[in-house]
């Protein structure tokens, strides 16, 4: 029997295009303070499993297999809206990450800005990466 959740996962299927890989972007934004997070890739599993379950699981193209946020690092994302973009070809996930975002111990992904002729780092590591992956 289908659950309502899948029920809608079904009617977002139904207005989205995916890429020849299957998969479609993702930006994830956190839901309070309008953050921009970090970036990555969903598959239609990924947003079936985030749909019924409220945490948010991307597709990893290196790893060629589904990621659930914070699985070896402990830094969360839970649903809070999704959303897809006029075109149907984009998702806005309004989030709320429990601690860093960034893979390099940053809060966001989107740590560099254009600043004179070049980048300019504008958000500071928070969270050693070795420590969030124990390596």
């Not at 379950?53 to 946020?69: C, I, M, N």
Request: charged fraction near 25%; include cysteine; aromatic fraction near 8%.
């Amino acid at each position: 029997m289908a659950t309502e959740q899948d029920r809608a996962a079904e009617a977002v299927f139904d207005a989205l295009t995916f890429d020849d890989a299957g998969l479609i972007p993702a930006i994830a934004q956190q839901h309070d303070t309008g953050e921009v997070l970090m970036m990555a890739w969903m598959s239609r599993n990924s947003i079936l499993e985030t749909l019924r379950g409220g945490q948010v699981v991307y597709w990893s193209r290196s790893r060629k297999a589904l990621w659930r946020k914070g699985e070896t690092s402990g830094q969360t994302q839970t649903l809070k809206d999704f959303r897809v973009d006029c075109d149907g070809d984009t998702l806005l996930l309004l989030v709320d990450q429990k601690g860093v975002a960034c893979h390099t111990g940053r809060r966001t992904c989107f740590y560099r800005a254009v600043r004179g002729r070049g980048l300019e780092t504008i958000s500071e590591i928070e969270v050693d990466p070795a420590k969030l992956y124990h390596t």
